[in-house]
């Protein structure tokens, strides 16, 4: 995968999720959650954020389980295009280790959103950005 992302400041110790044996996730993996405390990485807009991969995820090693960053202060990337964000905006997944402004109330509400960005980023230009996750970011 690219674009991992890269934690800033840990607020709290990593909680252990369910994954496939089979999948491989790379350590700054942005992922998605399933029932059953299920996760995998996201990959697409509408995917239900719960954290980011702690450690590295070795495809058919035999876990089935994944430590996940649920707070912090992370570093990640923005889509090629996105909206206008500003430091303080909720942002949302829109891609595979990808954020964009969480852009109506709808998904604000939806479980979408990864944090609250902590810089601002003009429209269409390509950037990483620290964002709060976790504790006090929506």
Known sequence: MANEVTLITKFSDAVDFVCADGTGIE?????????????AASSADGDFFIGIAAREKIASDGR????????????????ASPAAIAAGEPVKIAGANLIDAADDDTI?????VVGKALET???TTQETINVLIGRGAI
């Open 27 to 39: 350590k700054g993996t942005i992922l998605k959650i399933a029932d059953g405390r299920v996760v």
């Open 64 to 79: 089935t389980s994944i430590s996940v960053y649920l707070d912090g202060i992370f570093d990640i990337k923005t889509v």
């Open 108 to 112: 604000e509400n939806a479980g979408e």
């Open 121 to 123: 980023v003009s429209a």
